[in-house]
Nanobody
Framework: QLQASGGGLVQTGGSLRLSCTTS??????????MGWFRQAPGKDREFVIA????????RYSDSVKGRFTISRDCAKNTVYLQMNSLKSEDTAIYYC????????????????WGQGTQVTVSS
């Protein structure tokens, strides 16, 4: 139901913007808390960042605070993850997801997931 895109190979210190959208007309990104998670090889899926339904307040993990931002365009039904000052440890598959649960850092509470997009940061 969700499609993530925009991943790729980038050098340390570079930037990427990921997008998450849907073709489902009944799904509105503004009506869900939209989150981004990532999973590196051999590691658990971890919370990165989220934008809450309605008012759009945001929550960040400490590892990306000051470098990553999340935004949404309700007219385009798209959520964006702007990643700046990328580090090698940001290398992972990035997933977008949607929930109506207030516990937005817990992946098990998300109802819908995108297919993931690979981000590789080379030094």
């Amino acid at each position: 139901q969700l499609q993530a895109s925009g991943g790729g190979l980038v050098q340390t210190g570079g930037s990427l913007r990921l997008s998450c959208t849907t073709s489902e007309r009944t799904f509105s990104v503004g009506s869900y808390t939209m989150g981004w998670f990532r999973q590196a090889p051999g590691k658990d899926r971890e919370f990165v960042i989220a934008i809450r339904q309605g008012g759009g307040s945001t929550r960040y993990s400490d590892s990306v605070k000051g470098r990553f931002t999340i935004s949404r365009d309700c007219a385009k039904n798209t959520v964006y993850l702007q990643m700046n000052s990328l580090k090698s440890e940001d290398t992972a598959i990035y997933y977008c997801a949607a929930t109506k649960n207030v516990a937005l850092t817990i992946p098990e509470h998300y109802l819908y997931w995108g297919q993931g997009t690979q981000v590789t940061v080379s030094s």
